[in-house]
């Protein structure tokens, strides 16, 4: 099995060039790693050329998975941290604070419940439109506008109290 | 969103830049793409795409043991043993979670960690690297709240099974009767189904689970493949734990996988053993194919993208006859006297004899022509009660009795009678209710015994065995 016909390559190159710096920067600013970045937006576009053939909206199914690609790494990099601090009792706690930034933004979407996040980043990071986001995650609009808004107050709570 | 635009937005937008490929990018990932294709064509030809595992059910006493049953906390701070005493994300009536507790942002951390006490009944694999698996886990009639019992779990591992991690389960018990599940499949990682005797499903990795009805009828069977899932409804009388006995009637259903719109597959309703007699049936999907094993020993098939192309396989206008009829089920709703398993470019048959003590007689049968004709092809060792047959796509064929795995050397058809090696490390007690093959070289079993807390992985093609806990 394998080969592309020349047409789904065109396609497939045509929505790789399309797509994938945004994907890519769109991963940066969550992972905060330009090599991590890299390779979740490729195996990203692999798993979208695996299944090319059987695909509605590549699109959708590429921020869908790059979502949980994302949610794989923290998870990594949350059991490697706790690792790190199992043998290293005197390590300090990683701070959230990063210099470039006034809040580490990663830390912020980290800390939603996976409900929370995923809209929330399809919906905001991605820019897929709310109906867009609902038939991707199978919930009623509502519900996602919903989710969002939840969303929205909770960072809005934990930026309060940066800010305060 | 229809909310006015604030600061939050202006936070978010401002950092976007987009990162550039570096060159050549895109012809590593069409060559990645290309070879990840091949092996899925490859694996799904073997039937073991998902990877099943039968259900012997009997409630573990487990001393001190925090839940499995609620979802597992799908992220932030809530163990599995908070996510059950406080009920976070239980599932509605329409099996989508109530949201948690708005108040509080939790710390992030690592994954859920897999809820102690791990019986696992079944597992399935999308690839080599993921997979899930389904089990009780907790103390039976202390897994809830809201309701005791509710002890599903489901973990799932990102790196072959070296370890392994909490994923929200559906809220429900083991198979008992006309409730529960006890069995899982996966197409890509994000829809799933949950089933036996019960059927729920995931569309976003597991992160939500919705029960489909059934109209109580009991789902014995499910495969997916090529963006469609495929499940054998059927209406049984047994209780408890065996909830696939006494099964009279099935239907083959089937719904696209991205969505739940299940309808019966044309021509294929209503089947039942000879004489209406409790009966199975068993589900084998390929990459292109679909097989049916009918009740009465016959074949259903029809291409998988295609329900409506389902068709009787016949030979000279007539139904082609199975060489033996699968017979009543074991506890998990598998065929106990047939066991069908694609392999290679064509279809392999156990026909099991009666057991006596540890013994049995296997029979195996092969077919090149999509079960039209079978050809003899040996007998597989005679000690252990067979559970279950599995192909690989380079041919040889696995089998996993109550006495451990047996693997043949070669493949059926080219090369006259198989012969066949006890695998190694292969020593759970009781030996394995399933075992299936990922790829030529890798597979799982899962033990009959499911107080084990493991499944087994083979890395050879099944000539060795390693333990890997579900912890």
New interface residues.
């Given amino acids: 099995m394998g080969e592309f016909r020349t047409s789904d390559r065109l396609a497939a190159e045509e929505l790789f060039h399309a797509c994938y710096p945004r994907l890519a920067g769109w991963v940066r600013r969550l992972v905060d790693d330009d090599d991590t970045a890299h390779e979740i937006a490729s195996e990203a576009f692999t798993r979208l050329l695996a299944r090319w053939s059987s695909l509605d909206n590549p699109q959708s199914y590429l921020y869908m998975i790059a979502t949980n690609l994302i949610r794989d790494h923290w998870r990594k990099v949350g059991r490697e941290r706790r690792a790190l601090r199992a043998v290293s009792a005197a390590m300090p706690a990683e701070s959230v604070y990063h210099p470039s930034q006034d809040v580490d933004v990663r830390a912020l979407i980290q800390g939603l419940p996976d409900r929370l996040r995923q809209p929330f980043l399809l919906h905001y990071y991605a820019g897929f439109p709310i109906k867009d986001v609902a038939e991707m995650l199978g919930r009623p609009e509502g519900t996602v506008k919903a989710d969002l808004h939840h969303a929205r107050a909770r960072l809005r709570a934990v930026l309060g109290e940066a800010h305060g | ?3 006015p635009r ?4 202006t ?2 937008e401002e ?8 060159p050549g ?2 012809e ?3 060559r ?3 070879r ?3 092996t ?2 490859a694996l799904t030809a073997a039937g073991v795409v998902v990877v099943l595992a039968g259900v012997i059910a009997v409630p573990r006493l487990i001393l001190n043991g925090p839940v499995g049953s609620s979802p597992v906390a ?3 701070t809530a163990t599995p043993v908070q996510a059950a005493s406080t009920g976070p994300g239980k599932l509605t009536g329409t099996g ?2 109530r ?2 507790d ?1 108040s509080a ?7 859920p960690a897999v809820p102690p006490n791990f019986a696992a009944s079944s597992v399935t694999f999308v690839s080599t690297s993921t997979g899930w698996v389904i089990g009780q886990a907790g103390t039976p009639g202390h897994c809830g709240p809201p309701k005791a019992y509710d002890c599903t779990s489901v973990a799932a591992t ?1 790196d072959g099974g070296s370890t392994w ?1 909490g994923v929200p389960a559906p809220v429900t018990g083991a198979p008992n009767g006309g409730t529960g599940v006890g069995q899982i499949r996966s197409l ?3 829809s799933a189904w949950a089933f036996g005797p019960q059927l729920y499903a995931t ?3 597991g ?2 689970w919705a029960r489909i009805p059934t109209h109580g009828m009991r789902v014995t069977g499910l495969e997916t493949v ?2 469609i899932v495929y499940a054998v409804w059927a209406t049984c009388a047994g209780a408890g734990a065996d909830f696939a006995a006494g099964c009279t009637t099935f239907s083959l259903y089937s719904s696209p996988a ?2 739940d719109d299940w309808s019966p597959v044309p021509g294929a309703t209503g089947l039942q053993a000879s004489g209406g007699a409790a009966g199975s049936a068993q589900l084998v999907l390929t ?1 292109s194919t679909g097989y049916l094993m009918t009740p009465g020993g016959q074949l259903f098939s029809g291409p998988v993208t295609s329900p409506a192309g389902w068709r009787t396989v016949t030979k000279a206008g007539v139904a082609a006859p199975l060489p033996c009829a699968p017979g009543s089920s074991e506890t998990g709703g598998h065929p106990l006297q047939a066991m069908l398993a694609s392999t290679g470019s064509g279809l392999a048959l156990l026909c099991a004899g009666p057991a006596s003590g540890n013994q049995q007689a296997k029979t195996l049968y092969y077919s090149a022509d999509g079960g039209r004709s079978w050809s003899p092809a040996g007998s597989a060792p005679a000690r252990g009660v067979a559970m279950s047959l599995s192909g690989t796509p380079t041919g040889p064929l696995l089998v996993a009795t109550s006495s451990g795995i047996s693997f043949s050397t070669n493949a059926p058809g080219a090369s006259g009678a198989l012969a066949w090696r006890t695998a190694r490390g292969a020593t759970a007690p009781g030996g394995y209710s399933y075992v299936g093959m990922t790829t030529s070289d890798q597979g799982v079993a899962v033990p009959a015994d499911v107080g084990q807390d493991a499944v087994w992985f083979t890395y050879d093609g099944g000539a060795h065995w390693r333990e890997s806990p579900v912890r």
């Fill in positions: 969103m229809d909310e604030d600061d939050i937005d936070w978010l950092r976007v830049t987009p990162l550039q490929p570096h990018t895109f590593q990932i069409r990645r793409a290309r990840r294709k091949a899925r064509a799908s992220s932030g989508t979670p949201p948690t708005q942002i939790p710390t992030p951390t690592a994954p990102n991690h890509d990682g994000v569309h976003d990795g992160q939500h090529q963006g991205g969505h990459g």
